[in-house]
């Protein structure tokens, strides 16, 4: 276990509804990115939260967005959900935005219909 | 830009050898193995910084040539424990450029 928790853990949703995931880093990491792994294909880098701010962001429209917490902590949210977006989403978080291995949590298994 | 691995997939019988490459046409900073089974998270192996040494822990060991941007992770003696799909993760570095950029997997399976 990477100490990395994520929820829910499956969730179905109908197209253009909202989606929100949420993540709890390991404890003492300051560094959480979330990313979207479809069936048989590789994590897809979404975005990265360093204290708070974005740092850094991958190619995904702007309904995806996320929030870091003053605990690390982190959401992803999803607006306007297409049915492309059914996809394993991980989060990751690290100790420290510019070095050291990924933690990643379970993942979120979303479906949309 | 993502990362190219080869081979897509491979199939060993317990206690041979495989080398899984990872390639970039950008500079890279740094390069991160990880191991993921079916349904699982991905597990870290191991990262190789740019001028870092060749590394290596049990029987699975990795290099990083940096003038050819490539990496490559080599299992020896394979257990039925190192069947998964592996993932190589690119990254590099500066800016807002510390985040990892998989490739498309190496799927192999360890047979008895």
């Known amino acids: 276990e990477t100490g990395v928790t994520q929820s829910p853990t499956h969730l179905i949703k109908t197209r253009g509804q909202q989606v929100t995931l949420r993540c709890s880093s390991q404890s003492g990491h300051n560094t959480v990115s979330w990313y979207q792994q479809a069936l048989g294909q590789g994590p897809q880098f979404i975005f990265q939260y360093y204290r708070e701010e974005e740092n850094g962001r991958g190619n995904f429209p702007p309904r995806f967005s996320g929030l870091q917490f003053p605990n690390y902590s982190s959401e992803l949210n999803v607006n306007a959900l297409e049915l492309d977006d059914s996809a394993l989403y991980l989060c990751?978080?690290?100790?420290?935005?510019?070095?050291?291995?990924?933690?990643f949590g379970e993942g979120s298994r979303l479906t949309v219909l | 830009q993502q990362p190219v691995q080869s081979p897509q997939a491979v199939i060993l019988r317990e206690g041979e050898d495989a080398v899984i490459n990872c390639s970039s046409s950008k500079a890279l900073y740094s390069v991160h193995w990880y191991r993921q089974k079916h349904g699982e998270a991905p597990v870290f192996l191991m990262i190789?910084?740019?001028?870092?040494e060749q590394k290596g822990h049990d029987k699975i060991s990795a290099s990083f040539n940096e003038k050819k941007q490539q990496s490559s992770l080599y299992l020896t003696a394979s257990q039925l424990s190192y069947s998964g799909t592996y993932f190589c993760?690119?990254?590099?570095?500066?800016?807002?450029?510390?985040?990892?950029?998989f490739g498309k997997g190496t799927l192999l399976t360890v047979n008895p």
């Open positions: 990751a978080s690290r100790k420290d935005h510019t070095t050291g291995e990924l933690f």
């Open positions: 190789l910084l740019k001028g870092g």
């Open positions: 993760g690119t990254e590099k570095g500066g800016g807002s450029n510390y985040k990892l950029t």
